[in-house]
């Protein structure tokens, strides 16, 4: 950073210090940092992207060698969102912006960026764990992700109410005792430790910040839009934020995208990788001046979710029927771009196509995930067409039923190698690329109820989506810090045409037995579209199992509480 | 009874025009309606001015009342009583789909049609609406072969699940894909109880009747009752597909005699609209089957 700042005068007097570096022809992307840092903080970022871009930085009035206001209402986001604009103008008056804003940073950008005035000098936004203060009051009160998620940012955001009583903050400050805990707090998330270069002043003076907007935006949060392309970044283990309170922005911004990336609050000091290579595609993608995605939906589909999937890439594998077609419906419907994969290739065809009317940009690939080799194909043909997925749903599986004494080889064989080979190759191909890619993707295998609800009519197909639902566990454990979470669906009957496609060991091809499965099935009546609904919402919060149906909630507790009742149901022969 | 007419066998020509000429007044009212539907509109007003319309033509009497369904109601999702599918106070908004429905009686003939549409621009509708037509062979196809209506009924469902949308005509009260028309013939007063015209559901269910002592139904769906070929007579058929929020139908009338099959008339505005996208249409039903 160069030490010599030039001083721009905000609206009401203020001097704020704007450090610039980085190619002067190139696009200007404007760092915002947070509380309490000052432009400092943006040190390693900015040296991974000086090469590409010019790079201005300025410290924000309190902070740095800015000037700090007398008044609280010199730091009400109204001003700060001023502030942005006029250091925009000073350093880029003929061509439009690329904001990047960390913590507090990203909270007064995202105050500029939903203010229409102030659209057509700002290119992107890319919001790192800060969220728009109205978006999340309506967050809060409205609770579309549910109440626990409300309670879990409650947790995270207590602080708040510290930092607004008067008096304490600062003695906690001046006494060391906060800048221990700030130091404890810094190291959550892993990764290399970067001392932060501080001065008592952005401490105190930003405490401002927060007893200046907080209350008022939360409690009476107004409706702000935007028409600026806008990604939100958040870490995996941001200590003060969880992903739902910055996701649900989709709901405001036409074009959002929102990507994880493994890490705590502050990893984009010590580790700016994966936030540099967010950047550099963001920015790159705006200004080759290409189509932005215009999603085809309904007012009501919009209202209805937020963004926890939106702008994002998923693979699904068994995506040509059933809950592989419905679950990739339901995420083109929130924005993410599916590559549909099957072994019919014109079922992966007319998913991706049918996705590509919700979200554009869907693709499609056949596929035999038994296959290691295709598998390790098409993970490399996905990186290099359409960059590193955030979501892989490893679905793809057949049903196989028949007692034990009549199953040959062949059938164990084939769902074998379908059902369990098919996960462990699509894990395989893909979480090395994920962890690689700076983690904070998710891989969500199709396991069963049958996994642990133990019969008699299926034991093959329970054999291999137990094994499923162990691999899913163990490697839950394995990437959790790394960043990449894992989820096993367990869905019970679900009316998908399984059966139609099943193979009954001795009893034929068309039989009455099938029949009456199908029969049970339809009666059954939980469709795909509802069973992917359930596993979506569900993987938001990235949970270790997903039971769908009420047969598999059962099935699930009783294998834990009851597994004696379980074993006998397995002796039972069902009347088919 | 109405019945005996439908069970008969084959229908005497000068019928057929009749009805033909019934079907072609009630699309030009659907038609005409759907032109001028403005944003903001309700479903109730786009009813109200498609019963307007049919009776200052001689319409006297409803087999059902005019239905209209605007936006994400076109996919019937959520219906859980009947009284859902009456039009309510829904704003047609701009690129929103809707569906305008109408079974108008004159002169005892009976028409009952429906007909898709959306305000301004939406591929998604165009691409439901082409899909469409393969589910208009399709029926005429195995109709023709012999086949059940129950085999019928799974074919379209097996067609649609392929094309990767799902079942809403199971939504209509019985699950019913298509339902028998016939003259109506009845000395009850002209009256509407719960949107049906009580002297069409007169010959509904002596139908019903009739049709049950021959282990048939008049209603055509997927149940056991179903697993007989096309009763002799006029069926109007619907097949309705869902996508997401999305729901897209037509309906018309099929003639079937004791050896074949066709369909009342092909000069309507759905089928006229697959002859003008010939190209589009052709092309996505290679894609799908």
């Not at chain 2, 429905?101 to 998604?124: E, M, Q």
């Not at chain 2, 139904?217 to 069926?235: Q, V």
Request: net charge neutral.
């Amino acid at each position: 950073m160069t030490t010599t700042p030039l001083y721009v005068t905000a609206t009401d007097g203020q001097r704020l210090a704007v450090y610039t570096e980085g190619r002067t022809d190139a696009p200007t992307l404007l760092l915002v940092h947070g509380y309490p840092d000052n432009a400092t903080v943006w040190d390693a970022l900015a040296e991974e992207l000086s090469d590409t871009y010019r790079i201005v930085r300025y410290d924000v009035r309190g902070a740095g060698r800015s000037t700090a206001p007398e008044q609280r209402s010199g730091y009400l986001v109204d001003q700060l969102g001023e502030d942005l604009i006029t250091v925009a103008d000073a350093v880029s008056p003929d061509r439009p912006v690329h904001v990047v804003g960390h913590d507090w940073g990203s909270i007064q950008s995202w105050h500029a960026v939903t203010e229409p005035a102030y659209a057509e000098r700002l290119a992107s936004f890319t919001a790192v764990s800060g969220p728009n203060l109205d978006h999340a009051g309506h967050w809060l009160q409205k609770a579309p992700d549910g109440v626990r998620n409300v309670l879990r940012q409650f947790v995270r955001s207590s602080y708040i109410g510290f930092f607004s009583t008067p008096g304490v903050p600062e003695a906690a400050w001046l006494s060391g005792i906060g800048g221990l805990v700030l130091s404890g707090l810094e190291r959550i998330g892993g990764g290399p430790h970067e001392r932060a270069r501080r001065s008592t002043r952005d401490h105190l003076n930003g405490l401002e910040l927060y007893r200046a907007n907080m209350l008022h935006r939360f409690t009476r949060p107004v409706e702000r839009r935007t028409s600026v392309p806008v990604q939100a970044l958040a870490p995996t283990h941001d200590a003060f934020m969880i992903d739902q309170v910055q996701s649900d922005a989709g709901r405001w911004v036409e074009d959002f995208r929102f990507h994880r990336f493994q890490g705590g609050h502050w990893s984009v000091r010590s580790r700016p990788g994966p936030v540099a290579a967010r950047i550099r595609a963001f920015v790159d993608e705006i200004e080759s001046g290409a189509p932005r995605p215009r999603r085809a939906l309904t007012a009501q589909q919009a209202r209805r979710h937020g963004g926890a999937f939106a702008g994002q890439l998923a693979v699904v594998t068994g995506a040509g029927s059933g809950i592989g077609r419905a679950v990739s419906f339901e995420l083109a419907e929130r924005g993410t771009r599916v590559i549909a994969v099957d072994i019919d290739e014109d079922a992966a065809s007319r998913t991706a196509h049918l996705c590509g009317h919700l979200t554009p940009g869907s693709d499609f690939r056949k596929a035999d995930v038994g296959d290691s080799e295709t598998m390790e194909k098409l993970a490399a043909w996905v990186r290099s067409e359409h960059g590193v997925p955030d979501l892989v749903v490893n679905n793809a599986g057949i049903g196989v039923a028949g007692p034990f004494l009549e199953t040959g080889e062949k059938d164990w064989d084939r769902v074998v190698r379908v059902n369990l080979w098919g996960v462990i190759n699509g894990c395989r191909a893909f979480a090395p690329m994920l962890v690689e890619a700076g983690g904070g993707g998710r891989i969500v295998n199709t396991a069963s109820a049958a996994a642990f609800i133990p019969s008699r009519v299926f034991g093959p197909y329970a054999t291999t989506k137990a094994a499923v639902l162990m691999l899913s566990r163990t490697l839950r454990g394995e990437l959790a810090d790394r960043g990449v979470s894992v989820t096993a669906v367990c869905p019970g009957l679900i009316n998908t045409g399984i059966i139609d496609n099943a193979h009954l060991s001795g009893m034929g091809k068309e039989s009455a037995a099938k029949k009456r499965i199908n029969r049970l099935y339809r009666l059954r009546g939980y469709t795909p579209e509802k069973a992917a609904v359930r596993i979506v919402n569900a993987v938001e919060n990235d949970p270790e199992i997903v039971p769908v149906t009420a047969e598999a909630h059962l099935g699930l507790a009783l294998s834990r509480f009851a597994p004696k009742a379980l074993s006998r149901g397995a002796r039972v022969s069902p009347p088919l | 009874m109405s019945h005996t007419n439908v069970t008969a066998g084959t229908l005497p020509p000068g019928d057929l025009s009749g009805f033909r000429e019934l079907q072609q007044l009630a699309h030009e009212a659907v038609e005409t309606v759907a032109e001028g539907l403005e944003p903001g509109v309700t479903e109730r007003e786009a009813a109200r001015r498609i019963r307007e319309h049919l009776t200052e033509r001689g319409v006297q009497d409803w087999f059902h009342t005019p239905f209209a369904w605007f936006g994400d109601r076109t996919a019937f999702r959520r219906f859980r009583t009947p009284l859902q599918f009456f039009p309510t106070d829904r704003r047609l908004e701009e690129d929103m789909p809707f569906i305008l429905d109408c079974a108008p009686v004159r002169d005892g003939f009976v028409a009952d049609i429906g007909y898709s549409g959306y305000l301004g621009d939406n591929p998604l509708h165009d691409q439901l609406m082409d899909d469409l037509y393969a589910h208009r062979q399709l029926i005429l196809d195995q109709v023709r072969a012999g086949d059940t209506l129950q085999d019928v009924y799974r074919g379209v469902d097996g067609l649609l699940r392929e094309q990767g949308y799902d079942n809403r005509h199971q939504v209509y009260p019985g699950r019913v894909i298509a339902h028998q028309v016939g003259k109506v013939r009845s000395r009850l007063p002209r009256a509407i109880v719960a949107g049906f015209g009580i002297r069409s559901l007169q010959t509904l269910f002596g139908d019903l009747v009739v049709e049950r002592l021959h282990n048939r139904s008049p209603l055509w769906a997927d149940g056991e009752i179903s697993a007989h070929p096309a009763t002799p007579g006029m069926w109007a058929v619907e097949p309705h597909l869902g996508f997401r929020d999305m729901g897209v139908k037509f309906e018309e009338i099929l003639v079937v005699t004791e050896d074949d099959a066709f369909w009342l008339d092909d000069d309507l505005p759905h089928v006229r609209r697959w002859e003008r996208r010939a190209p589009t249409a052709a092309g996505t039903t290679q894609e799908t089957r």
